[in-house]
């Protein structure tokens, strides 16, 4: 499966890019995925981040169906 | 039940003007139900960093994502308080400091609803609209990542 994932912040400053297709071989929950957010950016373990799922902040668990929109967002910091 | 409001237009690319917002006050003249205006803005603050003093912020957003959220804030701001009008507008890009950022403006035939809501609405924006900002500091092109508290 392979879906867009999008990167915002200190998140787009660590992956060098601001949005990237990702490959996944089989199924996959967005706890997963984190994890192998994690194993190809190791720098984004030091840092607060929510997942997004469809414009939807998702819990680790929910599966990813595609087509789906991934989105890494750090604090917030609107105002 | 609550009629939906349409979507509006919130981002505006760089810092919030004086004269928008005096334009804004003045266009609701007409609206001649309104008791009560209550009005935020948000400027952007010389915090002292290591480094030198923070000279703005540049904001981004997830923005389709942003704009569902203002939408729902808007939503439930109708639903919960006695409004007869609600605008909310936030900067894009870069804002040096002494700027404004963030407009938020309601209005109701009464006070009471009027100040509640401004201070709700901008709580809500606060944690839950997904808008970065980066804190430019000194004058070596160092910054840090802006957190609301």
Redesign the interface.
Known sequence: MSFQV?Y???LAEIAGLSDEVWNAAGGLTVGQFREQILDKYPAMREKKFKI?VN?RISEDFLLIETPAEI?L??????? | MEKAHKPKKVFIQGPISPDFVAKSIASHQSKTGIGAHAIFL?QIRADQKEGGPVTG?D????E???E?AFYDIREAAFAKFELTCMHIY?SLGLVPTGEI??FVFVSSPHRRAAFEASEYI?EE??????????ELIGEAGQHV????K
């Open positions: 999008k915002f912040g200190m997004a414009q989105a967002l750090p604090p917030f910091a609107g105002g | 948000g912020i904001y981004t957003a997830y389709e994502m942003a569902q936030h950022s963030l901008v924006i606060k944690a839950n609209v997904p808008i970065f900002g980066k990542w802006k957190e609301n």
